[in-house]
């Protein structure tokens, strides 16, 4: 077991000080048995940092310093080096709270930084950004007017780079939330593909919501629904002609008409081949591969068959693949070990779980699993969050094997007043340089901008 897992150390304190705990009563515990307080009186004060991202060799993510609302800041992982790069959104509401821009997907393209926010003139539009306060701007107004509710907003997200190109979906008001693109102008941002025209029965706009955009084999992969065929896996080469359905693999409709979809998302290209979770209806969700055509698309492995006690289908529903040491790491379920940490080379014979990190059952025996999340690969080991029902969700790290699988850091040790263990509930884990950054909430600041950092010669916060 490793015993040199580096510091982590708080980066700032965004949004100091506490809040009154406004609960009228006081619930009883649990477990009379087990250790009870009753809630504080106070809480800390959270910036909830958000959408982390490296750009520059600086980490820029939205947070809330409880003055300006949540809005665009930087970071160069020291206490002075984190500070609000712009206000996007001055303004505040009549009781005197700012509103804040709420930025997010962040994405790299072509040297800048695009992402979603308000600036409450607009509506949620598509921003750029140079790294700087002066080079941080609207880039273009997809949906302007206003509606019966307010300012129309084309809510951009799913961002992913193709082709020298920035797609993501967007809404017009026209045409749905459907695929777009972007060569970094306003006049170069458009529609791709209107791939569900028309209304449904009570006159909104279809959309077909395209997520989970990726890039494999020189074209670009996503999820997306037409309204004939549910939620499927579509195609595209980057034109509105080029842009297909390949495959439907839930095919039928349920007792209210409604098509059925396999919702393919949790997207990883891994040794020629793009790795996904998707569910035909008769395995659950599970793992699936394509090589990407329709006859190369296949359910790779039924990590959890049968059904429950209820006749429901079981399914393991892979998420957060990454690829780690020449395979496939991600979180999914199985009977014997509940959510844990699983592992695979791309063969159904080579898909098994890593390690049970939660052993922990309930009354009627199913595990209750550690239900790891936020992979990434850091220092040449895999990091992520899991809760092993004593030490609360918390930061983990793994070198592929069960006894290489341990718990890094206890950021919020002792129990909650319900007598369960407190969860730091690390998230958003991002790689900057040679420093792990991450969301955290200590019990002490609240949920606030924390890192790990492996020289040890360097740690700690700089003043």
Same mark, same amino acid.
Do not use: C, H, W
């Given at each position: ?75 160069d992982g020291t206490t002075v080096g984190t500070e609000l790069l712009v206000d996007i959104n001055p303004d505040a509401d009549e009781y005197g709270y700012s509103y804040g821009s709420y930025p997010y997907d962040f994405v790299e393209f072509n040297g800048k930084l ?45 961002? *992913? &780079?193709?082709?020298? +190109? /920035?797609? %993501?979906?967007? $809404?017009? #008001?026209? @045409? =749905?939330?459907? !695929? ?33 955009? *990726? &890039?494999?084999?020189? +074209? /670009?992969? %996503?999820?997306? $629904?037409? #309204?004939? @065929? =549910?939620?499927? !896996? ?34 990883? &290209?891994?040794?020629? +081949? /793009?790795? %996904?979770?998707? $569910?035909? #209806?008769? @395995? =659950?969700?599970? !793992? ?34 990454? &690829?780690?040491?020449? +395979?496939?790491? %991600? ?5 014997? @070990? =509940?959510?844990? !940490? ?122």
């Open positions: 077991m490793d015993t040199n897992l580096g510091e982590v150390v708080l980066v700032q304190d965004i949004n100091p000080g506490v809040s009154a705990n406004y609960i009228s009563f006081e619930p009883a515990p649990l477990d009379p048995d087990l250790p009870y307080s009753p809630p504080p009186e106070q809480f800390p004060d959270d910036s909830f940092p958000r959408s982390l991202v490296e750009f520059n060799d600086k980490l820029y993510f939205s947070a809330n310093n409880g003055e300006n609302g949540t809005e665009l800041y930087v970071s695009y992402f979603g926010a308000n600036n409450q003139e607009t509506g949620t539009e598509l921003y750029v950004s140079d790294g700087t306060s002066e080079g941080t701007e609207l880039l273009v107004d997809i949906y302007p007017g206003e509606n019966n509710y307010g300012v129309n907003s084309s809510s951009p997200s799913n961002f *992913v &780079e193709f082709n020298d +190109k /920035l797609y %993501f979906s967007a $809404n017009n #008001g026209e @045409n =749905g939330n459907e !695929l777009y693109v972007t060569d970094g102008t306003a006049e170069g941002t458009q529609l791709v593909s209107d791939l569900r025209p028309g209304e449904d029965n009570y006159g909104n706009v279809n959309g077909a919501y395209p997520s989970d955009l *990726v &890039e494999f084999n020189d +074209k /670009l992969y %996503f999820t997306a $629904n037409n #309204g004939e @065929n =549910g939620n499927e !896996l579509y195609v595209s080469d980057g034109t509105g002609s080029g842009t297909k359905l390949l495959v439907d693999l839930r095919t039928g409709e349920d007792i209210f008409g409604n098509t059925y979809g396999s919702y393919p998302g949790n997207f990883l &290209e891994f040794n020629g +081949k /793009l790795y %996904f979770s998707a $569910n035909n #209806g008769e @395995n =659950g969700g599970e !793992l699936y591969v394509t090589d990407g055509t329709a006859g190369g698309t296949e359910l790779l492995v039924d990590i959890y068959p049968g059904e429950n006690n209820y006749g429901n289908i079981n399914g393991s529903d892979p998420s957060n693949l990454v &690829e780690f040491n020449d +395979k496939i790491y %991600f979180s999914a379920s199985n009977e014997e @070990n =509940g959510v844990e !940490l699983f592992v695979s080379d791309g063969t159904a014979e080579g898909t098994q779980v890593v390690a049970d990190i939660n052993l922990n059952k309930d009354s009627s025996g199913f595990s209750y699993g550690s239900s790891p999340s936020d992979l990434v690969v850091f220092n040449d080991k895999l990091y992520f969050t899991a809760n092993d029902g004593e030490n609360g969700g918390e930061l983990y790290v793994s070198d592929g094997t069960a006894v290489g699988t341990q718990l890094v850091a206890d950021l919020y040790p002792g129990l909650s007043n319900y007598s369960s263990p407190n969860s730091s509930s690390p998230s958003g884990l991002t790689v900057v340089g040679d420093e792990l950054f991450f969301s955290a909430d200590n019990g002490e600041t609240g949920t606030e901008l924390f890192k790990l950092t492996l020289d040890t010669d360097s740690y700690g916060v700089d003043i």
